[in-house]
C-alpha cells in the first residue's frame, strides 16, 4: 500500500540549504519523517566519483553482508558498518581509521571549498541547527563517519529499524555518548540501480515492536525476525532520492528496507546514522 | 502514535513473536480476539491470505541472515 502520508518529508537542495536550517530537530522530535536535500553532491560529478571508486575500491576495508557468505556476488561495503561488527569492535576499529582516509580520497576535489568529511559535517550542522562532528565512544575511540553500501543486482536489504542497533552489544559503547536511541538514518545514491532498490518505509514503529522484541529473545539483544507478507499487510511509502541526493530520514522509528535490485547495474550508496550527543550539545554522525 | 492494540501492534508482534505469528495465521478471527487486537475486517480477510510457509521460509532466511551476530551475543 504505497503513498501514505504517514512519513511527510521535506524537499530542499544543497545550494539553497539554509533554507532547511535546523529542519533535523523537527525529523527527531517526530513532526517529520525525513528531509531530502537534492545536489548534495552535484549529479553531474557522480560519473567520476564512481570511476573513483572502482579505482580506489582496494583502499576500502570490505566486508560482506551477514548471511551473503555463499555466493559469488554478495552485497558488501566499502569500510566496516558497525552493525556487522564483533561484540567487542576490534574488527571495526581496524577498519576505522582507513575508511575514512579512504573517503577523504574518494571526495577529494567534488566539493569546492573542503574535504568529504568537512562538508558533509557542515550540511549536518546546518541541518541539526547545532555542531556535528563525528561520534565518540565511551573509551575515546572514533567511530566511522559513513560506509559505501554496493547491492548487486538480485539484491535486497531485507526489513529492519535502526532503534533494534539498541540490541545490539556492539551499541554499548556508542550508547554511552550518544542517544542511539532516536538516531536518524542517512544515505546519498552514487549509483542507481536499474530497476528496483527503492526504499520503502512502513508504518511501523519502534514503539509498536520493542515490548515483543525483547520478549522474543530473553533479553533485548537480537535483531527479530521479520515476514515481509505480514509487513506488506501495513500501510508503506517508497522513497527514490535522485543519484547525489542526501536523504536523512527517522529510519530508527520506522521499519524500512530496501527492495531487490533489477536490470545489470549495482545499487551503490554513501550511508550512516546520526543521533544527538549524550556529553554535550551537537550531533554525531557513524556507520 | 497509532492504537495500541491496532493494526500496527498486531503487524509489530507477528514479525516477532513466533508462537503468537504461528496462531495468528493459523486463526486470525480466533487469536484477534482472544488478544484483545482491534482491526479492520480487510485485514482479518488478508491475513487468511498469506501462506505460512512462505512467512516461515522467509523468517529463516532473515535468522540466518544474522546468524552470527545471535551467536555473539
Redesign the interface.
Known amino acids: 500500500m504505497p503513498g501514505a502520508p504517514f512519513l511527510p518529508l521535506t524537499r530542499g537542495s544543497a545550494p539553497k540549504i539554509a533554507e532547511l536550517a535546523g529542519i533535523l530537530a523537527d525529523v527527531r522530535a517526530g513532526s517529520l519523517g525525513g528531509v531530502l536535500v537534492d545536489g548534495f553532491v552535484p549529479p553531474a560529478l557522480l560519473g567520476d566519483l564512481n570511476r573513483r571508486l572502482d579505482t580506489l575500491a582496494a583502499q576500502f576495508p570490505q566486508v560482506r553482508?551477514?548471511?551473503?557468505d555463499d555466493l559469488a556476488a554478495p552485497p558488501f561495503l566499502y569500510g566496516h558498518s558497525i552493525v556487522?561488527a564483533?561484540?567487542d569492535l576490534v574488527d571495526y576499529r581496524a577498519a576505522v581509521g582507513p575508511t575514512a582516509t579512504a573517503l577523504n580520497s574518494l571526495f577529494d576535489g567534488i566539493f569546492p571549498s573542503a574535504g568529504f568529511e568537512e562538508h558533509f559535517a557542515q550540511t549536518l550542522s546546518l541541518l541539526a541547527g547545532t555542531p556535528a562532528g563525528r561520534a565518540v565512544g565511551a573509551a575515546g575511540h572514533p567511530y566511522a563517519p559513513a560506509t559505501l553500501r554496493e547491492l548487486p543486482p538480485g539484491h535486497q536489504i531485507?526489513?529492519h529499524i535502526g532503534n533494534a542497533f539498541l540490541c545490539?552489544?556492539q551499541a554499548a559503547d556508542l550508547a554511552a555518548t550518544v542517544d542511539v536511541g532516536a538516531q536518524l538514518s542517512w544515505f546519498m545514491p552514487l549509483q542507481p540501480a536499474d530497476e528496483g532498490g527503492d526504499l520503502i518505509v512502513y508504518?511501523?514503529?519502534w514503539?509498536?515492536?520493542s515490548e515483543?522484541?525483547a520478549?522474543?529473545t530473553g533479553s533485548v539483544?537480537?535483531?527479530?525476525?521479520?515476514?515481509?507478507?505480514?509487513?506488506e499487510?501495513?500501510p508503506s511509502t517508497i522513497i527514490r532520492p535522485p543519484p547525489g541526493a542526501l536523504l536523512v530520514f527517522d529510519g530508527g522509528r520506522f521499519f524500512h528496507r530496501v527492495r531487490p535490485v533489477g536490470g545489470a547495474t549495482a545499487r551503490r550508496t554513501l550511508g550512516g546514522f546520526v543521533a544527538w550527543s549524550r556529553t554535550g550539545p551537537g550531533v554525531r554522525y557513524w556507520s | 502514535m497509532s492504537e495500541t492494540k491496532g493494526r500496527e501492534a498486531l503487524i509489530g508482534r507477528a514479525l516477532i513473536d513466533a508462537d503468537f505469528r504461528s496462531r495468528l495465521l493459523q486463526a486470525p478471527e480466533a487469536t484477534i480476539a482472544a488478544e484483545g487486537y482491534t482491526v479492520p475486517a480487510e485485514l482479518v480477510e488478508q491475513l487468511k491470505s498469506v501462506d505460512p510457509d512462505q512467512a516461515a521460509a522467509a523468517v529463516a532466511d532473515f535468522d540466518a541472515a544474522f546468524a552470527d551476530r545471535k551467536a555473539a551475543s
Open positions: 553482508l551477514p548471511g551473503y556487522g564483533s561484540p531485507a526489513l545490539m552489544p508504518d511501523l514503529r514503539d509498536a515492536v515483543h522484541y520478549r522474543s539483544r537480537q535483531q527479530p525476525a521479520i515476514n515481509h507478507q505480514l509487513v499487510l501495513l
